[in-house]
């Protein structure tokens, strides 16, 4: 059972608001990720981090940012929501030289 | 670079039949394959890994063995439950070259009792 944390759950906001979506992880992993992913199942790399102090962008462009500020922390940030924001946000995280990755639950996101 | 290709569905199978989902991939090193699975409102789950060729991962009841030979980590089990249904990702990582792990589009399966 991976130990990794996102909250919340699930939200539903109105246009413009900022948000930002918590993962924490108490496995000690120095890599972490954040994945979109459409209804339609296809998970998308939008953000990742090797350790503390930084922060990469992935293969999909987002609006969204992120920091990295503790081991255990990885905050995505929305500034100004819209509607095309809405999807599923899935964190994960990994050992800097290992080869299985884990994942948190998801934060499902309605922009209204 | 590197890509993983796996059947697209809906796939629909009858509680007790029997499973394959393909999976196959093109890679320049010798990656680790993966099998993930996503419950319906959840994240995805490692079901099962191999990280050299021949080897056979295995959990829950599902197998895949990594083929060099022909590139592929099909994943099977012998007698489906309606508490399989859920979305099966085929994905492969060279943690050695680029460290990304790559993932398929997914595969829906649907068990009816």
């Known amino acids: ?107 499902w996101l309605t922009v209204v | 670079g590197n890509s993983v290709t796996q059947m697209e569905g809906p796939v629909t199978l009858s509680e007790e039949a029997f499973l394959t989902i393909n999976c196959t991939y093109t890679a320049t090193g010798y990656p680790s394959l993966f099998w993930y699975v996503q419950y319906p409102g959840e994240g995805l789950q490692l079901l099962l890994k191999a990280t050299k060729a021949d080897d056979k991962g295995s959990n829950k009841g599902f197998e895949a063995t990594y083929r060099k030979e022909t590139t592929s980590f099909h994943l099977e089990k012998g007698s489906v439950q309606v508490s399989d249904s859920a979305v099966y990702f085929c994905a492969l990582s060279e943690w050695d070259r680029d460290d990304k792990i790559i993932f398929g589009k997914g595969t829906r399966l649907h068990i009816l009792p």
Request: proline share 4%; hydrophobic share 25%; with cysteine.
């Open chain 1, 1 to 107: 059972e991976a130990d990794i944390y996102q909250t919340p759950r699930y939200l539903v906001i109105g246009t413009g608001k900022k948000i930002t979506l918590e993962c924490s992880q108490t496995m000690g992993h120095d890599k972490m990720y954040w994945y979109q992913q459409d209804p339609g199942m296809e998970l998308h790399l939008i953000h990742y981090s090797y350790g503390v102090n930084s922060t990469e962008k992935g293969d999909l462009s987002s609006e969204s940012t992120v920091s990295r500020i503790r081991t255990e922390h990885f905050p995505l940030t929305l500034e100004s929501a819209r509607p095309s924001h809405t999807s599923q946000y899935l964190c994960a995280s990994s050992e800097l030289s290992g080869n299985t990755i884990y994942f948190g639950e998801g934060s």
